[in-house]
C-alpha cells in the first residue's frame, strides 16, 4: 500500500526530500577526500542509508511538490562533508553528530504534528523509522568521536544555522 502524505505536511516532506538528498552529497564527498578505513566503513554504511531513505520519500513525494533548488542542497551538502574531511577525521565525526542531531528534531516537530489521529498512524511510523535511523547515525559519530575541539563546536553551529536556513528555504521553494 501507497503511503499518503497529508496536505498539510507536504511542505516538510519538501524539506525532507532535499535533506535526505544533501545527506548522500555530504557522504559521496567524504569518500571522494578520506583514506581512513573506520571512516570510509562508516561513510559507506551511512550513504546506503541515506540513498534508502531519499529513495523512499521519492516514492512517496510527487516531483512536482519537490524543491526547485536541488542543484543547491546537492552542493550544501557536498561542502558540508568535503570542508571537515579536509580537517581529518574527528571534524568528519563531529559534523555527522551536529547534522543527524538537527535531522532528529527536524523528524520530532513533524511526529509531533500528526498527533494521534488514526489515519495519520502509517505516515507517522514511517517518519519515526527515518528519525530511528538518523539517532543510529549521530550515537555511531558520538561514540566514534574523541572529545569535540572548540574549532568543531564552532563549526557544527555553522552546520546548524545553515541547515536551519535550507529547511526554511526548501520549505518554500
Ligand atoms: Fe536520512
Ligand atoms: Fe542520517
Same mark, same amino acid.
Given at each position: 500500500m501507497k503511503l499518503t502524505i497529508p496536505d498539510f505536511l507536504i511542505p516538510s /516532506? +519538501? #524539506?525532507?526530500? @532535499?535533506?535526505? #538528498?544533501? %545527506?548522500? /552529497? *555530504?557522504?559521496? @564527498? *567524504?569518500?571522494?577526500?578520506s583514506r581512513d578505513s573506520e571512516v570510509i566503513d =562508516?561513510?559507506?554504511?551511512?550513504?546506503? #542509508?541515506?540513498?534508502?531513505?531519499?529513495?523512499?520519500i521519492e516514492e512517496i513525494l510527487e516531483k512536482k511538490y519537490r524543491s526547485k533548488l536541488i542543484?543547491?542542497?546537492? *552542493? %550544501?551538502?557536498?561542502? #558540508?562533508? =568535503?570542508?571537515?574531511?579536509? /580537517?581529518?577525521k574527528n571534524f568528519i565525526f563531529a559534523t555527522i553528530y551536529y547534522v543527524e542531531s538537527f535531522v532528529e528534531k527536524h523528524y520530532e516537530q513533524q511526529i509531533k504534528s500528526l498527533g494521534s489521529i488514526k489515519k495519520y498512524t502509517n505516515i507517522k511510523r514511517f517518519i519515526k523509522k527515518l528519525q530511528d535511523d538518523e539517532v543510529s547515525h549521530k550515537n555511531e559519530a558520538r561514540f566514534s568521536a574523541k572529545k569535540f575541539s572548540t574549532l568543531q563546536v564552532l563549526w557544527g +553551529?555553522?552546520?546548524?544555522?545553515?541547515?536551519? =536556513? %535550507?529547511v526554511k528555504l526548501s520549505k518554500k521553494i
Open positions: /516532506f +519538501r #524539506t525532507n526530500h @532535499a535533506g535526505e #538528498t544533501g %545527506a548522500v /552529497f *555530504i557522504y559521496k @564527498a *567524504i569518500l571522494m577526500v =562508516f561513510s559507506k554504511s551511512h550513504l546506503k #542509508t541515506e540513498s534508502e531513505h531519499l529513495r523512499m542543484p543547491l542542497w546537492k *552542493i %550544501a551538502g557536498f561542502l #558540508t562533508g =568535503f570542508i571537515p574531511a579536509l /580537517f581529518g +553551529r555553522i552546520v546548524n544555522s545553515g541547515s536551519s =536556513f %535550507a
